[in-house]
């Protein structure tokens, strides 16, 4: 049996899986500057900081991403901001997943030794220093493969963008559906498309991993 | 701009009807899930190599697709194939395939982690594999894996809002048409966040309490 319909549709599919990817590409970049961000006010910050970082982990944890994009969609208006799906998609997801990639940084930098910080501080280091060149190059080869994961759950979840109306590999799958009555064939294809960018990655953040275990 | 409690209270029977039946998908599938994870993880760790191979593949498969595509395939497929599923049957059973896939990793782990001594020990005392599994190890590991447990389920949680994109009139969809109907958007998303909060906030009250309620082995 021949998938007719999906090798018909597969061209139109890819040119979704591009929004998708560069989608993906501007949440990730996004959300890992604001999970840094995040991260070092949540380890270095006063307590109000602290406190405040700790009430925007928890909304994130709680409340749906879906939820997220619809206030986006239907609650920006009203004050005035308007913004396109695809600048709004990527600024959700972004602030969202920067939670869980600053979740990420912050057990990295938290996991070194205390000995690193006394033996920095023992040469006389500026905390700045100290962090440019004892703990970010350490705590990144820790956080490598957790934020490959997370990427990985980003690219998953930008399939929602699709429900608020932007075009994307999700969207043109159901155009697809649409066309040509195959919704088996097509979904597969949708499906096949998205295990191949996350399997890869996966497959990416295993070797990262592997590769850590021979440095300790 | 001015938050109309009036208009939340006024509509609270509305909210109420997609709350139940949010809360009603999220049992299910924190149940299937849960149960069909255990089923997955006993594959994964088992001694032939064919349902080790199959879990795999199946863990792999459905963790790397997203769960909105896995649903509009049981949904859309379905309906044609000429034996349609409801949304909310195809909701279920996407959610519980793609969480029982984490879950059977979360029980795997927490298996693993059982030394192999308590094993033996078991063997020692002459209990049978299934003894040794369903007395010593299972117990252990269960309350060891709540903490992640818990994580995936409030996960699970947050999913069930993709149902609205396949026609059920869950918690969230109950909102969008709201705002559609009232144009009150502030205050329905301000509310349906709130719901969907405590729903998590009970499920990781609940993983503490469980976990200081079980800690009898440390």
Not at chain 1, 137 to 161: D, E, G, H, W, Y
Not at chain 2, 50 to 68: F, G, H, K, W
Request: net charge positive.
């Amino acid at each position: 049996m021949i998938p007719q319909a999906l090798i018909r549709n597969f061209p139109y599919l890819l040119r979704g899986a591009e929004i998708t990817l560069l989608l993906s590409a501007a949440s990730v970049a996004l959300s890992t500057i604001v999970g840094m961000i995040v991260a070092l006010l949540h380890v270095f910050g006063v307590a109000p900081i602290r406190i405040a970082v700790e009430i925007y982990l928890y909304l994130v944890r709680g409340v749906p991403l879906l939820i997220l994009l619809f206030a986006m969609y239907y609650v920006l208006p009203y004050t005035g901001i308007d913004l396109d799906p695809l600048t709004g998609g990527i600024l959700v997801i972004g602030v969202y997943y920067g939670a869980f990639m600053s979740q990420v940084f912050r057990a990295a930098i938290l996991s070194l030794p205390q000995s690193q910080w006394d033996a920095a501080r023992s040469l006389g280091m500026r905390r700045l220093l100290m962090l440019q060149i004892v703990v970010f190059p350490q705590a990144f080869r820790i956080a490598a493969p957790p934020f490959v994961n997370t990427c990985m759950m980003l690219i998953k979840s930008t399939s929602l963008v699709s429900i608020i109306g932007l075009w994307e590999l999700t969207m043109a799958g159901r155009e697809a559906v649409e066309r040509s009555l195959a919704p088996f064939q097509i979904f597969a294809g949708v499906a096949l498309i998205y295990f191949c960018m996350c399997y890869s990655l996966a497959w990416y953040g295993r070797y990262l991993e592997k590769r850590m275990q021979y440095v300790h | 701009m001015p938050f109309d409690l009036n208009f939340v209270i006024r509509n609270l029977p509305i909210f109420g009807n997609g709350l139940v039946v949010t809360v009603e998908l999220s049992l299910l599938a924190i149940f299937f899930a849960m149960v069909w994870g255990l089923v997955v993880a006993f594959g994964r760790i088992a001694r032939s190599r064919l349902p080790r191979t199959l879990a795999s593949a199946y863990i792999e498969l459905v963790r790397d697709t997203p769960v909105l595509v896995q649903m509009y395939f049981i949904y859309f497929g379905f309906a044609m194939a000429g034996f349609g599923l409801s949304g909310f049957m195809s909701g279920l059973l996407a959610l519980s395939l793609q969480n029982g896939g984490y879950v059977a990793e979360i029980y795997r782990a927490g298996i693993e982690s059982i030394s192999v001594r308590q094993i033996e020990g078991g063997k020692a005392l002459g209990m049978s594999p299934w003894d040794v599994m369903s007395l010593v190890v299972l117990p252990q590991a269960l309350v060891r894996v709540i903490p992640p447990l818990a994580n995936q389920l409030i996960v699970l949680i947050k999913d069930t809002s993709l149902v609205s994109a396949i026609a059920v009139a869950d918690l969230t969809q109950t909102g969008k048409l709201l705002t559609e109907r009232t144009a009150a958007s502030y205050e329905v998303f301000l509310t349906v966040a709130v719901f969907y909060l405590a729903m998590t906030g009970i499920v990781s009250g609940l993983s503490r309490l469980a976990e200081r309620q079980f800690a009898i082995y440390h």
